[in-house]
């Protein structure tokens, strides 16, 4: 299903309108520890650092009614998969009932026998990640239905989702319209370099030396 007006159209308006929001809170901001610094680093990956450590501090300082979700698009290797897995971290390690999933395996057991059962798990859990939804065309059709369907499920409830896919290439409007519904925050980090490579670089240009 295609739709004329993908996130790429829609981000501006939304970024103004989510800023607006966002200005007050009455608690003060705490940074949580996600494994990795952002000196040095392209701004999109601090931009998604601390969009990340805003939503745990919503959560952990019990700004429960401001639920949203995050998600993180951008190269592989950017940081968005450390991201998401960390801040599941966070909130485990502050007693909250938190779960990551890779987008291939929980669609595959969904799609199994044992499917209904751990679709109704999923959308009761308070806090999830879904990494890399989209990640490959084995059952497109399926897999955006399926999507579609948890995304709905997820609807008011603390969500972090991550993708490769730029937002040229999120065409299906189901999709577009949850990721930028209401306080939902999504971050291009499309300019980000894969970290990986450039510190596999780093030690190369040093051995060199």
Known sequence: MSNPRNIAQILPQWMQATNEQDEKREYEMERYELGFR???????VKEAHDAVQLWLND?????KKRARWVTLHGV?????SYLCTAAIAVLENNGERAQKWRWTKLRDRIFSEEGSELMRWITKMPYLAIDDFLSDDRAKGASVS????LMEARLGKWTIFTTNLAP?????ARITSRL????NVVVNMQDADDYGLMQYRSRQTLNKH
């Open 180 to 183: 930028v519904r209401g306080r």
């Open 146 to 149: 399926l999507l579609y369907e």
């Open 76 to 80: 592989p290797g950017c940081g968005k």
């Open 38 to 44: 952002t000196d040095n680093l392209a701004p999109s």
């Open 168 to 172: 040229d290439d999120i065409q299906d």
């Open 59 to 63: 959560i952990l300082h019990g700004e």
